[in-house]
């Protein structure tokens, strides 16, 4: 039995793939095939009629759907199976699986997805309209977000519903303006539509676009407007507390409606709607105004010579406005605020005219009917006085006859009213007013009289002339300051005005006392002063108080000795005063000196001795606090003298020892040779004008040999001299350049104001011709945290010129900070105010003046500033005739103040181009001085003072050139620069220069 099974299973295999149907006998039931053409052939809100084919009918279904299962019996006749599932849901997709049924057994099954129809809406609402649009709102059927369709005229709108919310709210657009609608609305699931909810609705009318009045009375209104859309609506209009409607028939595009009843000159505001089935269109509102009541009355409540005041009673009490007419003027006249009465001034009249005035209501630019009257004005009165001479007893009055008729006049002034009568030709009327008080203010009162009808009153104020003062006395002076006192005038708090210089001082007395003192200050020390006072009441000056005094001179500053003729004298030198001074006296002992320069050379004293001298500046016969000053004598005299003899003997006796031991000549050989070289190094003789020429002919040749030896030659010279100052680290800022310090046994020294404070600058005084110590000052340019350590030294050396010969940006590189004020604006730098005060400008130079005033002490220091603006950097002039010329203009500005302080000379560095300018004025005075200069030596001693001066050979080779320009007629100048500088490459190549250049980066 089991082989059999097995052959039985083998063959039903066998059979299945062979896609053959095999039957056997003894075989189980095969499982039944599924139905074809499944469909759904209708549907409803709660039922699905289904429909299928079938090739058996022996067979039975089964229909799962739902969680539900149907058993359906079909009869043998039918080929096509309907069945109708029944108790569904609306608008629900439902999923049937349908399973043939034989024997027991069923099919796999057909699946098919489909939906019942939804459920309509049962109501809509219309929750807003307007002329073209209708807002319509409904339930969500059965609370879902079905999609809806709405149909209306030729329209159809589908409406996708989504999110919460149980109400649907769809707005209808594109309307037209009162019309009525019918709406068709179909909820819609998945495609299938509900069965239709049908309902009407209008939209908004509408509403009038314009309305006009066609008419007015002082009780009623005419309107008038377009029908709307030519239609026959109804209308509506309210206005205060009133509803009309109004109906329209008949043909006609236009509705008129006269409103009555109203008031006179009272806006109303109308609201007028077309009503279309009892729906209002939007509000139209107007406003428009009944005619206003015209004035009953009018009375003139005042006149003057181009005036006349109306006054009448407020139209109804209410603040209309009102329209006069006159000759040919309009006059609008708003009136506001309380009260019951109108005045109103009409202006600009005529005087003594007779004028017809219509005097109109206005409201709202409406006009009553016309009021009329007439009135005339006053005549004129007097439009002008001027006082024509005054002293402290009268006053002289004139003025232009009014409208040059013969009035008469009433004039008024303290209880005083005098009567002026005026007849004959001219057109100025003269009067006196006499027996007045000195010092007073007088009002006066003055009335043009016509047929005894007086004009509006001219009123002014005047004074007499005040006293003057009789006598001022001085009651104390400082250096800067006097302090005046005088009695005051009459005994009152009148004001005074003082002038003296340039300068006018106006002096406010108030409160108790009879005299007044007033301190003079920020004056100039040792200077005298004109005074002029003036006693002042109401802006009118008493005759001039003239008197004069002095201030006293500033004590001597910058006391110091100089030794002098070996000791068996001394000279005493000073600084130049601030402010003024006639002289100094000096007192040594029992005798006495008097001098009027900055220096004193006392004679017949002894060498190494003490002398204590007693030094007072004199300005007229005003006398400074008295300074003293300790100084020795020279003490060298006799030790050098000692010393002379001695080194004397002992060279002799060397020589001597040497010559004995044959050795002599030798020695005594190089001894020389070492002697000719120190000269040559050091000491350089004076070259007379008539050698020069052949002198700088002899250092040109061979490309400037003899230049470049002898700048060579001074190389060295003073650098082996202390700068400790300058190498301090809070000091290290302050310098331009790393290479350019100034030495410390010639360095200008700033006071010292606080224990932190510095007295470091990178300056150093520079000798002058005349022997001078401190004729210059030799700086580097100021740089952004130096330029008020600048103007300290600049005030504190009393300087009055400072020269520049750089331009504050060179080939895009600063080189000089600038210092001074960009415009006429002051600027303070420190304690320092500086104010350009003129500015003139030269092809190759500017001229300026600056005004330094100390804010502590009100001292003032006027500095003349020479920039030389054509001096290119690394380099010198094109031509000597500009520097030449420069220098000359300094020159005489300098002897024109012989008492002032150094003359601040600056480039960058302070040493290139300032050494060749201080040069070139020492040699130019020694040519013509001396008729002879000495370059290498001028060139030695400044360098002593501070390095680097005349910093390239180009420079020293240009002082030559200078100098030799300024022997030779201008026609051969030009000639000979271009011989001297055609080499001018090879002047630069020179090694010791270019050295100098590269490792500065300094040159000037």
Not at 490 to 499: A, G, H, R, V
Not at 645 to 664: D, E, Q
Request: glycine fraction near 6%; proline fraction near 4%; hydrophobic fraction near 35%.
């Amino acid at each position: 039995m089991g082989r059999l099974a097995l052959l039985v299973c083998l063959c039903r295999c066998v059979a299945v793939v062979s896609g053959q149907t095999t039957s056997y006998a003894s075989s189980a039931p095969s499982t039944p095939p599924d139905v074809i053409s499944l469909s759904v052939t209708h549907r409803s809100e709660t039922t699905l009629t289904l429909q299928w084919a079938t090739s058996n009918s022996t067979y039975s279904y089964k229909l799962s759907y739902d969680g539900r299962v149907e058993d359906i019996s079909a009869s043998q006749e039918d080929s096509l199976i309907t069945h109708t599932v029944s108790s569904l849901s609306p608008g629900t997709e439902y999923t049937f699986i349908l399973y043939t049924v034989f024997e027991g057994r069923n099919s796999t099954g057909v699946s098919i997805t489909n939906y019942t129809t939804p459920s309509r809406v049962d109501n809509i609402s219309v929750t807003g309209r307007n002329e073209t649009a209708l807002i319509l709102q409904w339930n969500k059927v059965n609370n879902k977000n079905y999609s809806y369709m709405l149909k209306y005229s030729v329209n159809t709108t589908y409406i996708n519903v989504s999110g919460g919310g149980d109400v649907v709210t769809h707005t209808v657009s594109g309307l037209s303006p009162g019309t009525e609608y019918t709406f068709s609305l179909y909820t819609v699931f998945k495609d299938v539509k509900s069965s239709e909810f049908t309902f009407t609705n209008v939209t908004t009318p509408s509403r009038v676009d314009n309305i006009s009045v066609t008419g007015r009375n002082e009780t009623a209104l005419i309107l008038q407007w377009n029908k709307v859309n030519s239609n026959n609506y109804s209308y509506m209009l309210k206005y205060s507390v009133n509803t009309t409607y109004i109906n329209v028939s008949g043909g006609g595009d236009v509705v008129t409606h006269t409103v009555s009843g109203l008031s006179p000159g009272t806006e109303y505001t109308f609201s007028l709607y077309t009503v279309f089935k009892d729906v209002k269109s939007s509000e139209f509102t107007f406003t428009n105004v009944t005619t206003p009541s015209r004035v009953d009355n009018i009375s003139v409540t005042g006149r003057n010579e181009t005036a006349l005041i109306l006054q009448w009673n407020k139209v109804n009490n209410k603040n209309y406005s009102y329209m006069l007419k006159y000759s040919v003027n309009t006059t609008y006249i708003n009136v506001s605020g309380g009260g019951d009465v109108v005045t109103h001034t009409v202006s600009g009249l005529s005087p003594g005219t007779e004028y017809t005035f219509s005097l109109y209501t206005v409201f709202k630019d409406v006009k009553s009917s016309e009021f009329t009257f007439t009135n005339v004005t006053t005549p004129s009165r007097v439009d002008n006085i001027s006082v024509t001479g005054r002293n402290e007893t009268a006053l002289i009055l004139q003025w232009n006859k009014v409208n040059n008729n013969n009035y008469n006049y009433t004039l008024k002034y303290s209880g005083n009213t005098t009567y002026i009568n005026v007849s004959g030709g001219g057109d100025v009327v003269t009067h006196t007013v006499s027996g007045l008080s000195p010092g007073t203010e007088y009002t006066f009162s003055l009335y043009t009289v016509f047929k005894d009808v007086k004009s509006s009153e001219f009123t002014f104020t005047n004074v007499t002339t005040p006293s003057r003062v009789d006598n001022i006395s001085v009651t104390g002076r400082n250096e800067t300051a006097l302090i005046l006192q005088w009695n005051k005038v009459n005994n009152n708090n009148y004001s005074y005005m003082l002038k003296y210089s340039v300068n006018t001082t106006y002096i406010n007395v108030s409160g108790g006392g009879d005299v007044v003192t007033h301190t003079v200050s920020c004056l100039s020390p040792g200077t005298e002063y004109t005074f002029s006072l003036y006693t002042v009441f109401k802006d009118v000056e008493s005759s001039e108080f003239t008197f004069t005094n002095v201030t006293i001179p500033a004590i001597v500053s910058g006391l110091r000795c100089e030794y002098a003729s070996g000791g068996y004298g001394l000279t005493l030198v000073w600084d130049p005063p601030i402010g003024v001074r006639t002289a100094v006296q000096v007192i040594l002992g029992d005798k006495r000196f008097i001098q009027l320069e900055e220096s004193l050379f006392i004679g017949e004293l002894q060498p190494t001795q003490w002398y204590t001298m007693t030094v007072t500046a004199l300005s007229g016969a005003v006398l400074s606090a008295p300074v003293s000053v300790s100084c020795q004598t020279d003490p060298r005299g006799v030790i050098a003298g000692v010393l002379s003899f001695l080194l004397v003997l002992t060279l002799c006796i060397g020589i001597f020892i040497w010559y004995r031991k044959s050795k002599l000549p030798g020695v005594l050989s190089k001894f020389k040779s070492s002697t000719k070289d120190k000269v040559s190094s050091y000491t350089y003789s004076p070259i007379p004008i008539q050698t020069f020429p052949e002198h700088f002919n002899s250092m040109s040749c061979d490309e400037n040999q003899g230049f470049c030896r002898e700048y060579e030659d001074l190389s060295a010279v003073g650098t082996e001299q202390s700068h400790t100052a300058a190498d301090l680290p809070d000091n290290k800022k302050k310098n331009r350049f790393i290479n350019v310090l100034p030495y410390e046994s010639s360095r200008v020294k700033l006071s010292v104001e606080s224990a932190t404070a510095s007295d470091y600058i990178n300056a150093n005084y520079m000798h002058g011709y005349n022997g001078n110590l401190k004729q210059y000052i030799a700086a580097q340019g100021p740089l952004p945290c130096t330029v008020s350590d600048f103007w300290r030294m600049v005030w504190e050396q009393k300087s009055q010129i400072i020269v520049m010969l750089t331009n504050c940006t060179e080939n895009g590189r600063i080189k000089c900070e600038q210092y001074w004020p960009l415009d006429y604006t002051p600027c303070v730098y420190g304690n320092l105010q500086v104010t350009v005060t003129s500015e003139h400008k030269e092809t190759s130079w500017t001229l300026r003046e600056f005004v330094v005033r100390n804010k502590s002490t009100c001292e003032e220091q006027t500095v003349t500033h020479f920039h030389f603006t054509a001096w290119p950097d690394h380099g010198v002039p094109r031509a000597t005739h500009d520097l030449i010329q420069f220098r000359g203009v300094i020159r005489q500005h300098m002897e024109s103040f012989p008492f002032m302080g150094p003359t601040v000379v600056h480039c960058s560095a302070g040493v290139g181009r300032t050494g060749t300018l201080i040069a070139l004025d020492i040699l130019l005075q020694q040519l013509e001085k001396e008729a002879a200069v000495n370059i290498a030596g001028c060139v030695h001693r400044m360098r002593l003072s501070r390095p680097l001066m005349v910093q390239t050979e180009a420079q020293y080779v240009f002082l030559h050139q200078c100098i030799m320009d300024s022997l030779r007629p201008k026609q051969d100048s030009q000639q000979v620069q271009d011989s001297i500088y055609e080499n001018s490459d090879m002047i630069y190549a020179n090694a010791l220069a270019l050295s100098q250049v590269k490792s500065a980066s300094t040159a000037d």
